[in-house]
């Protein structure tokens, strides 16, 4: 089966079809860095991170530009509210955001441009947008003229006459309600940067138009984001790049909502699903799972229960891959190779992730079957096939990005590891010798740090709370 995607602008399925062979620019709209991230927020990176780990799994050269926008409306009135400058709100919560993504192991960005490194670009694409005809200047504000672009509303599947504003529709000077600002003119004690058309601060859309074709050129592969993106964003992105002439993206892919009470996640919750919050209650590895298991585009209604669940669900897996290398000795490197096509099929339709896992989880039945029956051969082959399998979902346990623990290293896990085998050691040596008091306080004394000894009939085994 040829790898393919639901594309939005067409509304369809469509074959997968690189414009250079063997290659992939994937532009995803990152983080509005006003605030800490909560589950939602973080939906769409950990989405786009399983499409980039399938593309370079089906031997795609991805190059993955994901933006920082870290300025906005939003931003400077929490940082006059706070009375600090605008960059300390962005660089805190641009901190929080890439804690988030490095702590539920997304693969970091090959690019990660934020908007305010790039607003010469910006105003380049504004000078060209108005020489021929898109984009023009009024009191300070510069403005896309939607009626100058026929294909304005194609994506979102609106004719421009039913549209309704946008939403500086109160600004001076517009041709057109529906007409959006590119570019705003400062006003007393906001942030600005010189151009042209006078001070001023970047709008959006533009932002994103400009480091799109500065990091992947005027035309590329896949550009993704947030059902929310749609429209206006995507559609004025469109307008403006395509407007100066690229072709722009050739496939739209929108990553559905973490939803609560059946509306879009947001900020009113209070800060319990704050991902740093949610971290300390649940492994970060099983709240990557419950994100990852549902399909990119199906809405993900949250609860606790859900979360433990799926938790649980990881576990199966990992409990399996746990048991299997324990009996069959060292696991080595992830073997591609040993992934199951059923597997595959389903990745390749559309990231289909749940027809994935299914297929993940009969090979852990089957597994566990072999384990049952003290068949190794068919144990290892499990184990390769699992393993190959959880790796391109981002969710090998003896992947760096989970072995390595905070501030440490996968050295330090190693060492820890080789620590706690002494420890279980000396204990064994005690009950063999019928010294059970010995015994019982060592194993007293690893509880006390955390450490759960759990004796099975092939050893001790092991594991950290929480
Ligand atoms: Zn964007």
């Given at each position: 089966m040829a790898l393919r995607f639901y594309d939005t602008a067409t509304r369809s399925i469509r074959d997968f079809v690189p414009l250079q062979p063997g290659r992939c620019g994937i532009y995803l709209c990152g983080a509005t860095v006003q605030a800490p991230p909560h589950v939602g927020h973080i939906r769409s990176g950990i989405n786009f991170d399983v499409v980039w780990r399938w593309l370079a799994a089906r031997g795609y050269e991805v190059t993955f530009v994901r933006n920082v926008t870290d300025i906005d409306d939003k931003i400077?009135?929490?940082?006059?509210?706070?009375?600090?400058?605008?960059?300390?709100?962005?660089?805190?919560?641009?901190?929080a955001f890439a804690r988030a993504y490095?702590?539920?192991?997304?693969?970091?960005?090959?690019?990660?441009?934020?908007?305010?490194?790039?607003?010469?670009?910006?105003?380049?694409?504004?000078?060209?947008l108005i020489d021929l005809g898109h984009g023009y200047a009024a009191a300070g504000d510069v403005y896309f003229d939607v009626r100058s672009f026929p294909a304005y509303g194609a994506l979102s599947g609106q004719r421009i006459d039913d549209m309704l504003a946008s939403a500086d529709s109160e600004a001076a000077g517009k041709r057109d309600v529906r007409d959006f600002a590119m570019w705003k003119s400062a006003k007393p004690g906001e942030p600005q940067w010189e151009t042209p058309w006078g001070p001023g601060r970047p709008g959006w859309h533009v932002e994103c138009s400009a480091m799109a074709e500065k990091y992947l050129g005027p035309a590329f592969d896949i550009h993704g984001g947030g059902l929310d993106l749609i429209f206006p964003h995507h559609e004025n992105e469109i307008a403006q790049s395509q407007g100066a002439g690229g072709a722009f993206a050739s496939y739209w892919m929108h990553n559905a909502w973490v939803t609560t009470a059946g509306e879009k996640m947001s900020k009113s919750l209070g800060n319990s699903l704050l991902v740093d919050e949610v971290v300390q209650r649940v492994r970060p590895i099983e709240l990557r799972y419950y994100l990852v298991a549902a399909h990119y585009r199906s809405m993900i209604e949250y609860s606790d229960e859900a979360l433990a669940e799926a938790g649980q669900g990881f576990r199966r897996i990992e409990g399996f891959l746990h048991r299997a290398a324990e009996s069959v000795g060292e696991v080595g490197p992830v073997r591609p190779d040993a992934r199951p096509s059923a597997f595959d099929d389903a990745m390749d339709d559309d990231i289909g992730v749940p027809q994935a896992l299914a297929v993940v989880h009969d090979h852990v039945r089957a597994g566990n079957a072999a384990l049952a029956d003290g068949d190794d051969?068919?144990?290892?082959?499990?184990?390769?096939?699992v393993r190959a399998m959880?790796?391109?979902?981002?969710?090998?346990?003896?992947?760096?990005?989970?072995?390595?623990?905070?501030?440490?290293?996968?050295?330090?896990?190693?060492?820890?590891?080789?620590?706690?085998?002494?420890?279980l050691d000396q204990r064994q040596q005690a009950r063999a010798r019928k010294d059970y008091a010995a015994a019982d306080a060592i194993r007293d004394g690893l509880d006390a740090i955390g450490v759960r000894v759990e004796d099975t009939p092939t050893g001790a085994r092991w594991s950290i709370d929480g």
């Open positions: 400077i009135a929490r940082a006059a509210a706070e009375g600090v400058p605008f960059w300390q709100i962005a660089m805190r919560n641009e901190r490095d702590v539920l192991g997304c693969l970091p960005p090959t690019y990660e441009p934020r908007a305010t490194g790039h607003v010469p670009e910006m105003v380049s694409l504004m000078r060209r051969d068919r144990v290892a082959a499990e184990l390769h096939a959880v790796d391109v979902l981002g969710l090998d346990p003896w992947a760096p990005e989970w072995t390595r623990s905070a501030g440490g290293s996968g050295r330090t896990t190693e060492v820890v590891d080789a620590l706690v085998r002494v420890v």
